[in-house]
């Protein structure tokens, strides 16, 4: 089964969500307007609005709210990605030129806060604890800040440990995957329990999930449809490389750090650091790492009760163990 058999399912749904995001991102502002219909016309996956949708249905019936807060989650994750386009220096986003590049980065930060406060609303909007719900949008925010700035703080540095890693990727991934759930879960009003069940499932997909993308990182071509090697040139230590280390005695470890320190000088030195993780099997061991938290989303969607819905959240697991992009 694949992932466009959940869009199937979720048609009549995430026709909504989708209508709530454009009827959110209309502006009078011409500029603007024809940015936004512009960036929604190659919308991604939508991911996040699939596992909102899917946990209120598998929890409860889908309402209003629960359509807002999935079209929050979609608004929210845009404008990190505008504002990350910048930060990141990025050309292309989905195939297709960046704000970025096609106007300027203030362009693209000012858009991206538009989409985000354009979220807020939608969120307030909801009949079903908006408040409760934005306090956890909210948290999500300050997550990917902090994410983001602990990354950056790190790179260059080569002592990013396996605790910073998983801080960093929780903050910058998981953090919003919790909140698509979560607030599906609200807004159906689940018993606190299966909300638990809900954040516990939600965050190991996150967690999973960017442990994938941190693996594509390291393929060995780009047939995968995703730059390789982006993250290894701006010295960030990823599960693959901490995998790796972890395999050698420490003094081998430190002198392998001591180069993903020197890589901004030195880049000839990213051939010896991919060496490296290929001879001790990084990826293999990041791919294993990552059926784990795998493995313990689906212990937590155990106490979902029986519904087409955590059938297909169950398909949705297998999907971000298995997608090639």
């Known amino acids: 089964m694949k992932i466009n058999e959940i869009n199937s399912f979720l048609k009549e749904d995430l026709q909504k969500v989708e209508a709530l995001i454009e009827q959110s991102l209309q502006s009078d502002v011409a500029l603007l307007d024809g940015i936004n219909k512009s960036l929604r ?29 999935a079209a929050g989650t979609e608004l929210l994750h845009n404008a990190t990605l505008l504002h990350d386009d910048v930060v990141d220096g990025a050309t292309l986003r989905r195939g297709r030129p960046t704000v970025s590049a096609l106007l300027n980065n203030q362009a693209s930060i000012l858009i991206g806060d538009f989409w985000l406060v354009r979220c807020v ?10 408040e409760q719900v934005l ?21 260059g540095l080569g002592t990013t440990t396996e605790a910073d890693y998983l801080r960093i990727i929780y903050g910058k991934t998981a953090s919003l995957f919790v909140t698509a759930a979560v607030s599906a879960a609200i807004s159906v009003k689940a018993p606190e329990p299966l909300c638990e069940a809900a954040r516990l499932f939600a ?10 993308d941190d693996i594509f990182d390291y393929a060995a071509d780009s047939t995968l449809g995703k730059p390789t090697g982006i993250d290894l040139r701006e ?52 791919t294993a790492v990552m059926h784990r938290y795998l493995r313990k989303a689906l212990e937590a969607l155990e106490a979902f009760p029986a519904s087409a819905q955590k059938d297909y959240l169950v398909v949705l697991t297998h999907y971000v163990g298995d997608r090639q992009i």
Do not use: W
């Open 135 to 155: 306090r956890r949008f909210s948290a999500t925010l300050s997550d990917l800040a902090e994410g983001e700035l602990r990354q950056m703080e790190l790179s």
């Open 203 to 212: 965050s190991h997909l996150g967690m999973a999930f960017q442990i994938k």
């Open 41 to 69: 016309e190659h919308p991604g996956k939508m991911l996040r609005s699939m596992l909102s949708l899917l946990v209120a249905g598998a929890l409860g019936k889908v309402n209003e709210s629960s359509l807002k807060y």
């Open 235 to 286: 010295q960030k230590i990823t599960q693959p490389l901490l995998c790796a280390l972890e395999s050698v005695p420490e003094p081998e470890a430190r002198a392998v750090r001591e180069k993903v320190a020197r890589i901004a000088d030195h880049p000839e030195v990213e051939a010896d650091i991919r060496s490296f993780v290929k001879e001790h099997d990084g990826i293999g061991r990041a």
């Open 121 to 130: 609303q939608l969120v307030l909007q909801a009949h079903v604890e908006p």
